[in-house]
């Protein structure tokens, strides 16, 4: 019945981020969706209109960009899926996804209050890792202007979004305070499944990426 809605919310999502530099394109928030319809797949209690709404939606105002404002997303999906006419349950449904699914610290707990917002938490957080995660940490760090790595700062766990926020850190401290972690956070078996091969591959690449920093590889 709503089919249109996600075409329209994906094509909305699609001109919105063209271009976008920082790790939050189109490309990962389609990665997101398509990751989170795979992982769905073995809920079948899950109302796939929420879970795809909310993964299209998920970054549609990050905080980081807005001024530290979290609830400019939420807002921002919200206002988007009135303009659609969707009814209200709906709408506040993906609106609560939004405000859990973000990482907020390694101290800090992030559940999740329902099945479609684990696995849209579960596939944000696969995006992290792997391969991509590697190239969108390195994005992000260019983009705020980190190092790639400095051996004399050394990794802390924020244990308040606040002090994650604040953090300006080299990007492999990143893997330490976020990537490395990432797979013993998530809420679904299929995420755990599909993060083995990608956490596999981060450690061995920080593990080269050390060796080469100090020539000893
Ligand atoms: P997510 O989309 O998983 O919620 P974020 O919005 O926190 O993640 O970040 C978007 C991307 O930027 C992710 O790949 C994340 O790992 C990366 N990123 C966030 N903070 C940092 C940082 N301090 N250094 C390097 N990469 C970062
Ligand atoms: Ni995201």
Same mark, same amino acid.
């Given at each position: 019945?709503?089919?249109?809605?996600?075409?329209?919310?994906?094509?909305?999502?699609?001109?919105?981020?063209?271009?976008?530099?920082?790790?939050?394109?189109?490309?990962?928030?389609?990665?997101?969706?398509?990751? %989170?319809?795979?992982?769905?797949?073995?809920?079948?209690?899950?109302?796939?209109? /929420?879970?795809?709404?909310?993964?299209?939606?998920?970054?549609?105002?990050?905080?980081?960009?807005?001024?530290?404002?979290?609830? %400019?997303?939420?807002?921002?999906?919200?206002?988007?899926?009135?303009?659609?006419?969707?009814?209200?349950?709906?709408?506040?449904?993906?609106?609560?996804?939004?405000?859990?699914?973000?990482?907020?610290?390694?101290?800090?707990?992030?559940?999740?209050?329902?099945?479609?917002?684990?696995?849209?938490?579960?596939?944000?957080?696969?995006?992290?890792?792997?391969?991509?995660?590697?190239?969108?940490? #390195?994005?992000?760090?260019?983009?705020?202007?980190?190092?790639?790595?400095?051996?004399?700062?050394?990794?802390? /766990?924020?244990?308040? #979004?606040?002090?994650?926020?604040?953090?300006?850190?080299?990007?492999?401290?990143? #893997?330490?305070?976020?990537?490395?972690?990432?797979?013993?956070?998530?809420?679904?078996?299929?995420?755990?499944?599909?993060?083995?091969?990608?956490?596999?591959?981060?450690?061995?690449?920080?593990?080269?990426?050390?060796?080469?920093?100090?020539? %000893?590889?």
């Amino acid at each position: 019945m709503y089919e249109n809605v996600i075409d329209a919310t994906a094509q909305f999502i699609e001109q919105k981020f063209a271009g976008e530099g920082s790790g939050h394109d189109w490309a990962h928030i389609r990665r997101v969706w398509l990751m %989170a319809r795979r992982l769905t797949k073995a809920y079948p209690e899950a109302d796939p209109l /929420v879970t795809e709404l909310a993964a299209l939606l998920h970054d549609i105002a990050d905080w980081k960009f807005h001024g530290g404002d979290y609830e %400019a997303g939420p807002r921002a999906a919200r206002a988007w899926l009135q303009s659609q006419g969707l009814p209200e349950p709906l709408i506040a449904r993906v609106e609560t996804i939004i405000r859990e699914v973000s990482f907020k610290g390694l101290g800090v707990a992030t559940p999740v209050s329902s099945i479609e917002a684990a696995v849209v938490q579960d596939a944000d957080r696969l995006d992290a890792i792997g391969a991509i995660g590697i190239a969108r940490a #390195f994005a992000y760090g260019g983009h705020t202007g980190r190092p790639l790595h400095d051996p004399a700062i050394v990794p802390v /766990v924020h244990d308040s #979004f606040a002090s994650y926020q604040k953090n300006s850190a080299p990007t492999l401290n990143h #893997f330490y305070e976020k990537l490395l972690h990432l797979k013993d956070r998530l809420n679904t078996d299929a995420g755990r499944a599909v993060a083995k091969e990608r956490h596999a591959f981060m450690e061995a690449y920080v593990a080269r990426f050390l060796a080469e920093w100090d020539g %000893a590889d």
